[in-house]
Structure formats: C-alpha cells, structure tokens
C-alpha cells in the first residue's frame, strides 16, 4: 500500500465516505469513481481499514451489538413513552344561559426522572407557548438496521463461472457486460452519497 493510499484510508476511517476521503486524500476528480471502486477493492486497504476499525472498537470499547441495540432503540421507540396527548371538551363562555363549548387538546409529558430520555432530540417551548418535542429519526436508524441485517444492497458483484472473470465473446456481450458494470457502480455511487466532491 503506498502513502497516498494510507492517507486515503485514514480520510476512509473518518466518515467512511470514500468519495469524500480520496478527494481529502489529493486524488483527482477526474475519473475518481473508478479510482474509488478501485481502492475499495484492493486487499492490502481493506485489511488496513480492518485492522484500524478493530483497533478503534478496542480502544473505545464500543461494540457494534452495542451500536445496533442503540439504533434498535431508537428505532423501535414509540412518543407514546413521553406524551400523553388528547382532545378535551370545554365551556369557553356562556350565551343567554347556554355554554359554548370548543375543544382543546391537551399534551401531557412524562417526568424525565420517570423516563428514558436517550431518544429525545429535541425540547423547546416558544415564547407563545408552542411546545415543540422530537426524538430521533426512526427512517434512518430502520435503513442502518436493515443495512446490517443485509436487507439493504449498495452494490453489485459481477462474477463469470466459478467466482472467475466474465467472459466476453462478442461485441454485443461486451456492451451488455459494461452496461451491467455502469449500472452496479452507478448504484454505488448513489449509495455512497451520489458526489464527487
């Protein structure tokens, strides 16, 4: 592995965005998909990203059982474990001796000491008085499930017999062939973010 394949798995460790980390790590724009499709593949910066990201759990003592059960709660939670939300009906005058009667809804939240409050990113109450609550994305952390499970694929492996090389007998196989590898790494690139820069 050469410096400048280092230094473009080290960027790789920081967001694991690799369009992002060889762009950080000096390579060109031009034609830097394939270079990237390229670099992901090679085995000596696979096993160098390995061994740093094993390294990294060591050091930190993070898991990634422990990753996983924190996206699962988030995923899995529900606003019913904070609030408690209804529609109450009443008097707001009275006209020649009859109640008017309107309707307001009435949110009730838990006491943080009663709850978990892992989930909450957000609180804030305006000075009108409107009552903001949110918690984390459940979208996102059910895609990051999913993507761990396997459910989820970011790209295509294109194999001939065996595992070996395709091969390509005639023009036409030769353009379906590179059609099917333009579509696996536009599939990639889509997944990585969908930028060159």
Request: aromatic share 6%.
């Amino acid at each position: 592995m050469t410096d400048k394949q280092k230094h473009f798995a080290d960027e790789y460790l920081i967001d694991l965005n690799a369009t992002q980390a060889a762009t950080r790590a000096g390579y060109s724009p031009n034609g830097l998909n394939k270079r990237v499709t390229r670099m992901m593949s090679n085995d000596g910066i696979q096993e160098y990203i390995k061994s740093k990201m094993a390294e990294r759990s060591a050091r930190t003592e993070i898991t990634q059982d422990m990753v996983l059960k924190e996206l699962a709660h988030i995923a899995f939670d529900d606003i019913s474990n904070y609030l408690e939300f209804k529609t109450a009906e009443s008097v707001i005058e009275y006209k020649d001796g009859k109640p008017i009667i309107d309707y307001r809804t009435i949110i009730n939240m838990a006491d943080s000491k009663d709850i978990d409050t892992r989930n909450i990113s957000e609180i804030s109450q305006g000075p009108n008085g409107t009552f903001k609550f949110k918690l984390y994305c459940k979208d996102n952390a059910l895609v990051q499930i999913g993507k761990h499970l396997g459910m989820f694929t970011d790209k295509v492996e294109l194999t001939g017999k065996d595992g070996g090389v395709i091969e390509i007998d005639s023009p036409r196989e030769r353009i379906a062939s590179r059609m099917l590898i333009l579509a696996s790494r536009t599939a990639a690139h889509k997944a990585d973010g969908g930028s060159d820069k």
